[in-house]
């Protein structure tokens, strides 16, 4: 039985990536939301004017992609990380002659070797899949030692495929429909 976790490196540099993407996205999306004020104040036929459907769209897109995330990612400024650090403290990969788990700060997942049917190989790790599509484990790339834990699965038995597609494409192709919906309101001349 073989057991896979993150190393202290690998944590210290995914938190530091974090931080850096949380100092970057917040003065962005502070900015993005104080220009839409200036333009509701100053132009508010923009917004309340004759396309007064667009309003709807334009107000879900600012808190979805904006409000939301932006409140999300200052409210918790400190204890995010630490959460974070904790979550993959608790990361591991456990490889068993009956199967394989993947336990971290959610409940454990696993599979038995007789329900994997293949592994994808997809830039940030493994996915380990199933004949039911909602059955399956997802193995981050960064977990130390991957090449051992690729080489264990695939002495399993299991073949290692690169994935010709994003897992679950139908759902990025649902959120791309959506967006699509979503600006041909906002930019459309007519209800």
Not at 45 to 64: K, P, Q, T, Y
Not at 113 to 119: G, K, L, M, P, Y
Request: hydrophobic share 50%; glycine share 4%.
């Amino acid at each position: 039985m073989a057991v896979y976790v993150y190393d202290e490196r690998q944590i210290e540099s995914i938190i530091r990536a974090t931080r850096r993407f949380r100092l970057r996205y917040c003065p962005a999306a502070a900015t993005i939301l104080i220009a839409a004020v200036v333009v509701a104040l100053s132009r508010p036929e923009w917004i309340f004017g004759a396309h007064s459907h667009a309003r709807l769209w334009v107000m879900a897109a600012l808190f979805v992609f904006f409000v939301g995330p932006l409140g999300e990612n200052l409210w918790p400024w400190r204890s995010r990380p630490l959460k974070l650090e904790r979550s993959l403290r608790q990361m591991k990969v456990e490889i068993s002659a009956e199967g394989i788990t993947v336990a971290g700060a959610s409940s454990p997942r696993s599979l038995e070797w007789t329900e994997v049917q293949r592994a994808e190989q997809v830039p940030w790790g493994l996915y380990l899949r199933s004949s039911n599509r909602y059955r399956w484990l997802h193995i981050p790339a960064k977990i130390q030692n991957f090449a051992a834990l690729k080489q264990e699965i695939s002495q399993a038995r299991t073949p290692i495929v690169p994935a010709a597609a994003p897992p679950n494409w139908e759902e990025f192709a649902g959120v791309l429909i959506f967006a699509a919906t979503m600006f041909c309101a906002i930019f459309a001349h007519s209800a």
